[in-house]
């Protein structure tokens, strides 16, 4: 069984929709979690991590997070074609960080 | 900002080569790590670094080695070069406060092996 696993997609969606990209993990100890999106030809860099059991908001970006159910997601509200991106979910259970294998996303306009 | 810089954007070798990677980090992070990236396997951990002169092996150490001699530099050492290393190689420092830590990921350098 893998650390973090997210369906690969690809996910299509409207431009102006929303997206919900989700992600599971396996060990109960993990404390912290991370999106990281990724253009084609691109490094990881970092939208949102989130601690705490809820939800939490920046921008058009909203990170959820059930400890109980080891579920995070990412919703990503009024999708635009430059969201058009590999999201990799990552989970840092404190003795190290494991990435899920991305999913991919595709807005159309 | 965080800069983590790669020596490397793109890397054309050939089989039995030995390869040198290099990563700088400007922010005094104490951790830095050495992924590859392939498609369909997602990013796979080769070796990281708690602390200069430390290094543990990650998921696929096989084929690579690594430098930590200055806290700000790492390098990925390929010993001698084979197509199946050919790869996107991502390296990535964080500042270790526990469970609280993020990773910051240099821009990469696509190694291609032949």
């Known amino acids: 069984q893998k650390e973090v696993e997210q369906n690969s997609g690809p996910l299509s969606v409207p431009e102006g929709a929303i997206a919900s990209l989700n992600c599971t993990y396996s060990?109960?100890?993990?404390?912290?979690f991370f999106w990281y999106r990724q253009y084609s030809g691109k490094s990881p860099e970092l939208i949102m991590f989130i601690y705490s059991n809820g939800d939490k908001e920046d921008g058009r970006f909203t990170a959820q997070l059930n400890k109980a159910s080891q579920y995070v997601s990412l919703l990503i509200r009024d999708s635009q074609p430059s969201d058009s991106a590999t999201y990799l979910c990552?989970?840092?259970?404190?003795?190290?960080?494991?990435f899920g294998t991305g999913t991919s996303l595709t807005v159309i306009p | 900002d965080v800069k983590v810089t790669q020596s490397s954007r793109y890397l054309v070798k050939r089989t039995g080569e030995k390869v040198f990677l290099e990563c700088v980090q400007d922010?005094?992070?104490?951790?830095m790590f050495w992924y590859r990236q392939d498609p369909g396997l997602g990013l796979r951990l080769i070796y990281f670094s708690y602390d200069v002169k430390m290094k543990e092996k990650g998921d696929i150490p096989e084929g690579y080695s690594v430098s930590r001699e200055k806290k700000e530099r790492f390098s990925l050492i390929l010993e001698s070069a084979s197509t199946n290393q050919t790869s996107m190689y991502l390296c990535a420092s964080s500042q270790w406060t526990g469970w609280e830590s993020e990773q910051f990921f240099g821009p990469g350098t696509r190694l291609t092996v032949l």
């Open positions: 060990d109960r100890g993990s404390q912290s």
């Open positions: 922010m005094d992070h104490e951790n």
């Open positions: 990552a989970v840092n259970t404190g003795n190290q960080f494991y």
